[in-house]
């Protein structure tokens, strides 16, 4: 059984760029949420998704959107990229909205220069 | 509000000796909280979890974390560390409100088991 899985592990864009980050869930999770991991620092949470709609957002501004397909994977898609933007970015699943914990997956390293 | 504070930077200890990383949160209403640990350019991986009942839970790789109300904190443990154990460790909150899925983390504590 495969576990959470991103694509691309890596990425390098230039500063005003746009950029798409993938994911794929657990097998049986339909939740998706995205984290921001700055080097030296604890994941900060973006944003979630559930039933193709986002759910719930932390403190982003709008140059992060996202979207949930029907097979539950996720997109995380960042606007006009700033030097700041550079950081792991981790997607997590888990099944439906209760008690159960998230799976990370290994996360997409992000340079903006 | 939800969030956790991790007070140290980095717990060195010697290999066999008990391993103990700090964790104290803060969360409107009932608390669900999570270790978490972090090899070099890995994602997460998910240790173990207190939701509800007995206050002492027990996780993967021999670690345990005690659950105290009264202090807010979620302590991890594990008897007798291995040099193995040396990575980062993220305690994390999240409120049990129904459909809240936002974790809130602290900001990690390096974990380094001297042979």
């Known amino acids: 059984d495969a576990g959470v899985t991103q694509s691309p592990t890596h990425l390098i864009k230039t500063r005003g760029q746009q950029v798409t980050l993938r994911c794929s869930p657990k097998?049986?999770?339909?939740?998706v949420s995205w984290y921001q991991q700055a080097l030296g620092q604890g994941p900060q949470f973006i944003f979630q998704?559930?039933?193709?709609?986002?759910?719930q957002r932390g403190n982003f501004p709008d140059r992060f959107s996202g979207h949930q397909f029907p097979n539950y994977s996720s997109e995380l898609n960042v606007n006009a990229l700033l030097l700041g933007d550079s950081a792991l970015y981790l997607c997590?699943?888990?099944?439906?909205?209760?008690?159960?914990?998230?799976?990370f997956g290994q996360g997409t390293r992000l340079t903006v220069v | 509000a939800q969030s956790v504070a991790q007070p140290e930077d980095q717990v060195n200890v010697a290999e066999g000796n008990p391993l103990t990383v700090k964790c104290t949160y803060s969360v409107s209403g009932n608390p669900y909280l999570f270790w978490y640990v972090q090899y070099p350019n890995r994602g997460l991986q998910f240790l173990l979890k207190y939701i509800t009942g007995d206050n002492l839970v027990k996780g993967s790789y021999g670690f345990e974390a005690e659950f105290n109300k009264s202090q807010t904190s979620f302590h991890l443990k594990k008897p007798s560390a291995l040099v193995s154990d040396s990575a980062l460790y993220f305690c994390?909150?999240?409120?049990?409100?129904?459909?809240?899925?936002?974790?809130?983390f602290g900001k990690g504590n390096q974990v380094v088991v001297i042979p």
């Open positions: 997590a699943s888990r099944p439906g909205q209760g008690r159960t914990e998230a799976f």
């Open positions: 994390a909150v999240r409120s049990a409100s129904y459909g809240n899925n936002r974790l809130a």
């Open positions: 097998s049986g999770h339909d939740t």
């Open positions: 998704y559930y039933e193709e709609e986002e759910r």
